[in-house]
């Protein structure tokens, strides 16, 4: 009988996941990429590295969101990089 501890992977899910765990999950589908600036950038998580550069594919620029302008590919330094999160919805269906 357990008194108090807490056992891994218990509570939800299985397995305990790490952020690295998460990143290599996300990739090849549509993320958000908030930059320090504001700036969001979305589209589909091509790769990234440990230094969160980032490489994006159909690309949108959003500025205080408003579309600003469509990319095919972009290249995003990490310094940069905010947060990374999945998007929940396309934009196609935000409308």
């Not at 899910?13 to 700036?39: C, E, Y």
């Not at 205080?64 to 095919?72: D, E, M, P, R, V």
């Amino acid at each position: 009988m357990s008194t108090g501890g807490v056992e891994k992977g218990s509570g939800g899910g299985g397995s305990v996941k790490t952020p690295a765990d998460f990143l290599k999950s996300i990739r090849g589908r549509p993320v958000v990429v908030k930059l320090n600036s504001g700036v969001d950038y979305r589209g589909i998580l091509a790769c990234l590295d440990g230094y969160m550069n980032i490489a994006m594919e159909q690309t949108e620029e959003y500025v205080n969101g408003q579309l600003k302008n469509k990319y095919g590919d972009a290249f995003i330094r990490g310094n940069n990089v905010l947060y990374i999160s999945t998007s929940k919805r396309t934009v196609a269906e935000s409308g």
